[in-house]
């Protein structure tokens, strides 16, 4: 298996754009996490879908983030309008009801907004 | 509030040696701890999970136990070698949800040749 598909790897926009970041998670897989982490914070979760239905978005930092799951096989997380305190590394996790609470990391997309 | 907290932000080692990692927790009895690696670059990586009632877990050099009255973990690496040398996290659910990790901010381990 591939792992955790994230694209882009990085990204780098001018504040008030609008921002995409995509995930494929692990096939058969019916949980689905959003992460941010920076130096200040660390790691925080900011969603997570099972079977494709938004769980809880309680650390979904504002209105102006969003995400969605259209399909088992990808999620995307928008920000818009974009700021510069967005900037940071945007995790997409998954895991499975039947193994167990491990959580299985994509590689990230690095977010720069300028 | 609930909080997680990881001993110091970085501990340097010799190589051969034990690595001794803290997680300590406040205000909440999980069902279960998680330890992750990550490393420059890259997103964690799971190692290990123990569960409330279990006092120990291994899994080669790796060893985990979790103190539910003293609400802490230790990870424990043996005959650490350089390629250890990563961020290690540590994970509680502190929900209920069974699925909402809250993660440490890490100990960035270093073992030196």
């Known amino acids: 298996d591939a792992g955790v598909i994230q694209s882009p790897r990085h990204e780098v926009t001018e504040m008030g754009q609008e921002v995409t970041l995509r995930c494929k998670p692990i096939?058969?897989?019916?949980?689905l996490f959003w992460y941010r982490q920076t130096m200040m914070r660390g790691l925080e979760l900011l969603i997570y879908?099972?079977?494709?239905?938004?769980?809880?978005d309680s650390g979904m930092p504002e209105d102006r983030f969003s995400a969605k799951m259209p399909n088992a096989s990808f999620s995307t997380l928008k920000i818009q309008p974009s700021e510069p305190r967005d900037s940071a590394v945007y995790f997409c996790?998954?895991?499975?009801?039947?193994?167990?609470?491990?959580?299985?990391f994509g590689p990230g997309t690095r977010l720069l907004v300028l | 509030s609930q909080k997680i907290e990881q001993n110091s932000e970085a501990l340097n080692i010799q190589e051969g040696k034990t690595a001794t990692l803290t997680c300590n927790y406040t205000?909440?009895?999980?069902?279960?701890l998680q330890w992750y690696r990550q490393d420059p670059g890259r997103g964690p990586v799971f190692l290990l999970l123990?569960?409330?009632?279990?006092k120990e877990k291994r899994k080669e050099r790796l060893k985990v136990t979790f103190d539910t009255t003293l609400k802490q973990s230790l990870f424990h690496i043996t005959a650490s070698q350089p390629a250890d040398s990563a961020t290690y996290l540590c994970?509680?659910?502190?929900?209920?949800?069974?699925?909402?990790?809250?993660f440490g901010s890490g100990t960035q381990l270093t073992v030196l040749p």
């Open positions: 205000n909440y009895s999980p069902a279960y």
């Open positions: 879908f099972n079977n494709n239905v938004p769980i809880d």
């Open positions: 994970a509680l659910d502190m929900s209920g949800s069974a699925r909402q990790l809250t």
């Open positions: 123990i569960r409330e009632n279990e």
């Open positions: 996790a998954s895991g499975t009801s039947v193994s167990g609470e491990t959580q299985y």
């Open positions: 096939s058969g897989h019916d949980y």
